[in-house]
């Protein structure tokens, strides 16, 4: 089945810089990839996502890449601020929601 | 409001006891599921709905039961044969099964 590995684990970067979090996935066939803030006590929300066929998708200072032939994606995040500071997870999917699999999280901390 | 609600939010259980978490949704979703996070790992599936009196197992089911008797709700039980049953259990639900997922807020269990 799919296995999904997300790099760093932790990530520490001075406000206004930026921070790339880099995930792989195993299976070719997995075609949807959404990544998933998660604020310290709330619940994960979706901040973005991508579909295999673009390679890159871009919204305000957030972007991800995707490179299918190597099988990695990225999320970019400019100008980082203190409130971007949280638990961002990666996932990959062949078709719908049951096979997804998720990374095992990056916490990115903005400091002031 | 329109949302995923998840009680309670902190439980403690004693070794051999069964516990029940609740999650109820009015979005409307016809998919419901619940995830497994623990420190250091993604979220892990245990079960999915896609609809009212129908659910899979994810990849983690051993040890835990659910219903879907109503749209609105999905219940996950803990049985007393989940050996490791400490963690923090996140319901979600979507539209269709490969539409965004949508968290309830989390239930920390922890089993003493």
């Known amino acids: 089945g799919e296995n999904v590995e997300q790099h760093p684990s932790t990530l520490s970067v001075q406000e206004g810089d930026s921070a790339v979090i880099k995930c792989t996935y195993s299976?070719?066939?997995?075609?949807?990839f959404p990544w998933y803030k998660q604020e310290l006590g709330k619940r994960p929300q979706l901040i973005i996502d991508?579909?295999?066929?673009?390679g890159e998708k871009k919204d305000q200072r957030i972007a991800v890449t995707l490179n299918k032939t190597a099988k990695h994606f990225s999320l970019h995040i400019t100008e980082t601020q203190p409130e971007d500071s949280a638990v961002y997870f990666c996932?990959?999917?062949?078709?719908?929601?049951?096979?997804?699999?998720f990374g095992a999280g990056t916490r990115l901390t903005v400091k002031p | 409001d329109g949302g995923i609600t998840q009680s309670p939010k902190y439980l403690f259980r004693k070794e051999g006891q069964n516990v029940t978490l609740s999650c109820e949704q009015n979005l409307n979703h016809d998919a419901m599921y619940w995830y497994r996070q623990d420190p250091g790992q993604g979220l892990r599936l245990i079960y999915y709905s896609q609809i009212v009196n129908d659910f899979q197992k994810g990849d983690i089911a051993e040890g835990y039961s659910v219903s879907r008797e109503k749209k609105e709700s999905f219940p996950l039980t803990v049985t007393s044969a989940q050996k490791n049953p400490t963690a923090f259990y996140l319901c979600a639900s979507s539209f269709s099964m490969a539409g965004e997922l949508f968290f309830g807020e989390g239930s920390r269990l922890t089993v003493l």
């Open positions: 299976d070719s066939a997995s075609n949807y």
């Open positions: 991508i579909r295999s066929n673009v």
């Open positions: 996932a990959a999917s062949i078709n719908d929601n049951n096979d997804m699999r």
